[in-house]
C-alpha cells in the first residue's frame, strides 16, 4: 500500500472511528499507523485493544478477536505476536479466522512455517 493511500487508510479510520469505537475500526486504524511507520500510536491502539478484550471476557459487551489484535501485530511487523494471536483465534474458533488464507494483512507472513501450519489446519477448500 502506497503512503498516500495509508494516509488516506488512516483519515478514513479515525473519521469510522469517532462515528463508532468499535473493534474492528480500531483494529484497521491501529493496522494502517504501523504501517504508516507510526508503531508509537499502534501500540497504543494495541493496548486498548487488549484492555478491552480483558474487559469484554468479564462484560460481554466489547467484542475484541483475537483476529483483531493479529492483524495490528502484522502491521507493526511483529510475526510472533501475530501467529500467537491467529493461533488463539484458531483455538476460539473465531469467525474472522475464515479471512486468514486471502488477507493481505498476512502476506508478510504467508512464507511462516507456523502460518502455513494453521492454514492446513483450518482446512480451507482448494
Excluded: C
Aim: net charge neutral; charged share 25%; hydrophobic share 45%.
Amino acid at each position: 500500500m502506497a503512503d498516500g493511500q495509508l494516509a488516506a487508510a488512516v483519515s478514513v479510520f479515525q473519521e469510522a472511528l469517532r462515528l463508532r469505537r468499535e473493534a474492528v475500526v480500531l483494529a484497521g486504524l491501529g493496522y494502517a499507523l504501523a504501517r504508516s511507520g507510526q508503531k508509537e500510536v499502534a501500540a497504543q491502539i494495541l493496548g486498548e485493544l487488549h484492555e478491552r478484550r480483558e474487559d469484554s471476557e468479564r462484560t460481554h459487551q466489547f467484542f475484541v478477536s483475537p483476529f483483531h489484535l493479529a492483524f495490528v501485530y502484522a502491521g507493526m511487523g511483529d510475526n510472533r505476536q501475530a501467529l500467537d494471536w491467529l493461533d488463539k483465534g484458531f483455538e476460539e474458533r473465531t469467525f474472522l479466522m475464515v479471512k486468514l488464507k486471502v488477507h493481505p494483512a498476512f502476506d508478510g507472513l504467508r512464507n511462516e512455517p507456523r502460518f502455513q501450519a494453521l492454514v492446513e489446519r483450518m482446512n480451507f477448500p482448494p
